[in-house]
């Protein structure tokens, strides 16, 4: 039985993550690429079944947010805003990546809101055989070279071009939002800049991790960023490299 420490939280978060990203992988096998729509779909549906359940059994008096969940768990819950702790998931974040054969950059997120503010989480990369966790951070090795940015390979900003000219950087195309924090976690790239649309679930969980491993995190302006809203929807974010933080944000309000 899984017990109420922040220790053990994040061992919940860990294996759920993991958990699940090896039965999504399983699933791409069985299925394979023929019908990515209903790939896509059967993926959605499967890992949320399995957190759901997962959670219902370990933490029966936690409330929980996911993006695929009905209800009380979806994006229409009230109780979890009087609730001290929410479960805020994305079970399968990348489903578009998730269905093309050869993609790794889809992940499974796991995150723990308690008390006001984030207290654990976990984003799998299944597919990349990795589980980032925030009790056992990887801290990003020293950069070299021109500013790497990450950036959405569907839906990038507008104002990206000319952030990327002022800073003189290079912008990389990845694909789910926990693939492109997580690229910032392990250094492969140096930040992850995103407007136009998300919601707490596609970033609740990355930015845990992020924050563990000393990175910036804030909305896009510079205000904080906070979870377990009424509304859900979380627009815009940017995690970076501490030192790297004011000149972006600077950068990003002149691109703007």
Partial sequence: MWNHTVADDAGLARHLAGETGRELLA???KLGFGDSAQLRREGDLRGNEIILAALAEARPGDAVLSEEGEGENGRSGTARLDAARVWIVDPLDGTREFGES???DWAVHVALWADGDL?????ALPAQSA???SDRPPVP???SGPIRIAVSRSRPPA???ALAVELDAEL???GSAGAKVSAVVLGKVDAYVHAGGQYEWDSAAPVAVARASGLFTSRINGDPLTYNNPDPRLDDLLV???ELAQPILAAIADAR
């Fill in 27 to 29: 699933l791409r096998e």
């Fill in 119 to 123: 207290a654990v989480g976990a984003v």
């Fill in 172 to 174: 990389v195309p990845i």
């Fill in 131 to 133: 589980v980032l966790v």
């Fill in 141 to 143: 090795a020293p950069r």
């Fill in 159 to 161: 104002f990206l071009d």
């Fill in 102 to 104: 050869g993609r790794t």
């Fill in 240 to 242: 970076c490299r501490s």
